[in-house]
Structures are given as structure tokens and as C-alpha cells.
């Protein structure tokens, strides 16, 4: 049976505006997730996947949290129609796993508004969820230990050389039954 994924990246919402913003940057991103939400509602996906960083900080304010919480719950009072499930990326655990359970993003699990978990049951799906050795493990080939066919990810992967710490998808070895990877945190 086929199902249907949308897949959003490192929205890091933030009460706060960055100084490089001049719009109300709160106001802006929660716009953008409500958006990414209707166009999953209209494709009518199964599921809807956050690669981490949903959050800037670990905590970002009352207000936009509780924002954030009310918009995945529902669309205008309807249920969005499909499962939400989350990446933890480093921005939303200020850089250490320890922090889940103070982070504003575990509210986000706590509402039940999105689901934490290491898989999807009933689905070759993974979640690899950001920790300080994720990339030097995927250096090391721990993904080849996995034979899920999709896994989603927060961490340092691109497809060209830059200029701080990464891992080529090139050099990554996979399991051979690894179809798809898809990883939030370098904004490409």
C-alpha cells in the first residue's frame, strides 16, 4: 500500500525576531507552517514529517508555542486528516538530548499534536533525531545496521563540500534495502 509523505525542514520558530528579519518574524512562520499544513491537507497525505529545528530555542516564548500547538491540532476547528511526526533537531534541544523534556518542542509531543518516536509501526520508516555523534556515525556506516527503506534525519548531510563539518550523501553507506534519506539542518 502506497502512502504519501510531506516532508518540512528546520522552521525554527522563534518569538524572537532575528535582526537580518525586518517582517514580524513569529507571525511569519507560523504562517509558513499553517501553509505547509493546507498543502498537505490538500494532497492528502498520510503523513506529515518535521526534520527538526521546528523550534529557534529550546523554549521560545509562551505564545508562540502555544500558537504553534494550536495550529498542528487543527484546521480551523477540523482535524488536519493525517499523522504529524517529529524529527528532534539541535536547535530545538539546545544542542543536548538531555533537554528533551524542558524543551518547548516536547509540549509540541505533549499536546499531542505530533509524534516522537524512533519508527512509524507497520512502516519501514526511521527517525534519527539530532545527538552531538549523529554525524560521525553516519560517517562510520551505522545506517548500514538499518534496513528501513525511508529515513528521516537531523543532521550535517549535503551533496557538495562546505566550509563546516559534514557527510557527503556520496560517502554514505546504507543498507541495501535504503531507498530514500531525507535530513533537515543545513537549509538545502
Request: glycine residues 6%; proline residues 3%.
Amino acid at each position: 500500500m502506497k502512502k504519501r509523505f510531506l516532508v518540512v525542514g528546520d522552521n525554527h520558530l522563534d518569538s524572537m525576531r532575528p535582526a537580518s528579519r525586518l517582517d514580524n518574524y513569529m507571525e511569519a512562520g507560523l504562517m509558513e507552517l499553517t501553509e505547509t499544513l493546507k498543502i498537505a491537507k490538500a494532497a492528502k497525505v498520510d503523513y506529515y514529517i518535521l526534520l527538526g529545528d521546528v523550534f529557534n530555542r529550546i523554549e521560545i516564548g509562551g505564545e508562540c508555542r502555544n500558537r504553534t500547538i494550536e495550529i498542528l491540532r487543527s484546521n480551523e476547528g477540523e482535524d488536519w486528516g493525517f499523522e504529524k511526526y517529529l524529527v528532534v533537531g539541535n536547535h530545538d534541544i539546545a544542542h543536548n538530548p538531555n533537554n528533551m523534556e524542558k524543551s518547548a518542542v516536547q509540549a509540541l509531543v505533549s499536546a499531542g499534536v505530533v509524534k516522537y518516536a524512533d519508527t512509524i509501526p507497520d512502516l519501514s520508516v526511521r527517525f534519527f533525531h539530532f545527538t552531538p555523534d549523529l554525524d560521525q556515525k553516519l560517517r562510520d556506516g551505522d545506517l548500514v545496521n538499518y534496513s528501513d527503506k525511508i529515513m528521516f534525519m537531523h543532521a550535517s548531510i549535503s551533496d557538495k563540500a562546505m566550509i563546516f563539518d559534514h557527510v557527503l550523501f556520496s560517502d554514505l553507506v546504507v543498507n541495501p534495502e535504503t531507498k530514500l534519506i531525507f535530513s533537515g539542518h543545513i537549509h538545502r
